[in-house]
């Protein structure tokens, strides 16, 4: 069966990096037959299991192509729809209407490779877009003139939260969403806004969680009076992480007697200033060090916890999907604290970390972090977080039942 996965880069960099982890349950299926579409690819691509061919037939393209497309997108059914839309909702700005035409025009372009592709190599049986995005448009387009017969996308969180955008506008979604074989939500909170939100057909939508392999050693905990605390993310706005900062300023005041360290992992716009910050407002406590690791490949990031003792993963992020960040972590061993928003209440919980508010502050984020991690609960606490990935989200069990799906999907009549 001809699949054909539509990524935004992998296996280019940067990001998708839990692709990594899916690919090589595709590779081991020997009814599918996978080309990765990479939108971009620049550099030198990630390794890839035996049997996953890449096809550049949708990176790339000249200024003029794209002028092109842009000038079709202009006098375009589905650009109008979008004004439409854009009217009635009262989002129509000079902004808004040139996403709208911005994205039109990728969906044009993608869906003219994609056919293109088709012509080339075969009629693709499905095409599974890991991203709800204008490359998941373009397929479905692609799929009314014939050269795909079923199409799948995922959801994560930027492609699925309205506010996460500028002008909370999500441009194509609503046009488009509808008509997708079947669209995989990571939690039931996501299935729920995707249908409450865009009015996807509750008979269409799946729930599919991500996966993480199962380590075969733990972290470890740190001695008694250290505590080694991690965060991996992005460095931007929505991550909030200004607000660690600042419930580390109070923890080590609160707990003068623990030596504290904080090591965050990744890189983006932020990361000078909330380096600064930190600098500014933990630099002179003597019982806090801290440390900015940023970008590592996902590997290395797996194996750190394996190899330095850490005793709470900390998110405070404003927007998540399912955050596989806080599954590697869980993984390893170590609970937790991260706030309600998206599908986390799906995986952590008190019973494997701290549950916190959807907008939580210093003060709530500090105590969690020293109940977790001080507190007297803190083994059963690292005990339970190893159990919830392997009950909820394991790779080898998560990633196989997803793709048995697609495949039954590309199976079944068109």
Same mark, same amino acid.
């Given at each position: ?62 200024? *003029? ?14 650009? +109008? ?11 129509? #700005? ?5 996403? =709208? ?13 994609? %056919? #293109? &592709? ?23 387009? $692609? ?5 795909? +017969? ?18 909370? &506008?999500?441009?194509?979604? +609503? ?17 729920? &806004?995707? %249908? ?17 392999? *199962? ?40 707990? $003068? ?47 750190? &916890? ?13 927007? %998540? ?32 970390? =701290? ?15 020293? #109940? ?18 392997? =009950? #909820?989200?394991?790779?080898? +069990? ?9 495949? $039954? ?6």
């Amino acid at each position: 069966m001809k699949i054909a996965i539509l990524t935004n880069a992998y296996p280019y960099q940067p990001g998708e990096q839990f692709m990594e982890d899916e690919i090589a349950f595709w590779a081991g299926n020997p009814v599918a037959e996978v080309t990765l579409l990479p939108a971009v690819a620049a550099g030198e691509p990630r390794p890839l299991p035996a049997g996953i061919a890449v096809d550049l037939g949708m990176a790339g393209g000249s200024r *003029l192509a794209r002028l092109r497309c842009v000038l079709r997108a202009a006098g375009s059914q589905v650009f +109008r729809r979008e004004l439409a839309y854009l009217w009635g909702s009262r989002k129509l #700005r000079v902004a808004t209407a040139l996403r =709208a035409i911005l994205h039109t025009s990728k969906v044009l372009e993608q869906q003219q490779r994609l %056919e #293109r &592709y088709a012509r080339t190599h075969g009629r693709i049986d499905v095409a599974y877009c890991y991203w709800n995005e204008t490359q998941s448009y373009a397929a479905l387009r $692609a799929r009314a003139a014939g050269a795909v +017969r079923k199409v799948v996308s995922r959801l994560h969180g930027f492609d699925l939260y309205e506010a996460r955008r500028e002008h909370a &506008y999500m441009p194509l979604k +609503r046009q488009f969403i509808g008509c997708f074989d079947t669209l995989f939500a990571l939690s039931r909170e996501a299935r729920t &806004y995707l %249908e409450a939100t865009y009015g996807a057909p509750a008979g269409n939508t799946r729930i599919s969680p991500l996966g993480v392999p *199962l380590t075969g050693a733990l972290s470890a905990a740190s001695p008694p009076g250290f505590l080694h605390l991690v965060s991996v993310s992005s460095c931007l706005p929505v991550k909030r992480l200004d607000r660690i900062v600042e419930a580390l300023h109070l923890l080590a005041r609160r707990h $003068a007697q623990a030596r504290i360290t904080w090591t965050h992992i990744g890189g983006g716009p932020q990361l000078a200033e909330i380096a600064q910050l930190a600098q500014t407002r933990l630099g002179g406590l003597s019982n806090v060090a801290f440390e900015f690791l940023g970008d590592l490949p996902n590997q290395v990031v797996k194996h750190y &916890y394996l190899g330095t003792p850490v005793d709470v993963f900390v998110n405070t992020s404003e927007s %998540e999907g399912m955050p596989v960040s806080v599954m590697e972590a869980m993984s390893a061993g170590v609970p937790a604290v991260a706030p309600d928003v998206g599908g986390v209440s799906d995986l952590v919980s008190d019973e494997c970390g =701290a549950l916190l508010a959807a907008s939580p502050g210093s003060g709530e984020i500090a105590d969690a972090i020293a #109940r977790v991690a001080l507190g007297g609960e803190k083994d059963a606490l690292r005990l339970h977080a190893r159990r919830v990935i392997e =009950a #909820r989200f394991c790779a080898g +069990r998560n990633y196989p039942a997803f793709i048995a799906g697609v495949l $039954a999907i590309g199976a079944a009549p068109a």
